[in-house]
């Protein structure tokens, strides 16, 4: 699968593939696009960086339960005035 990431003025833009099936259950290969907005405040660009990552564990379909042993851990670190 590949998926690009473009960073925008205002957050970034994820494209990537996926599947759907039209009415006679064909299935149909698409593109969609995905943005992820930074607020305009002091930390809005790392803030949506956090929310970046996020969204591209969801399409890689990875499996972040807090179940898990062992899982990836994303965090914004520092103190917010």
Known sequence: MKIT???AMNGFIITYPDVLSDENGKDIEITKSSVVEEKEHEF????????LCYDLLDLFGINNSK??????????SGEDD
């Open 5 to 7: 990431v473009e960073k």
């Open 44 to 51: 809005g660009e790392q803030e949506a960086f956090v929310f």
């Open 67 to 76: 179940h898990n042993r062992r899982r990836i851990e994303i965090e914004l």
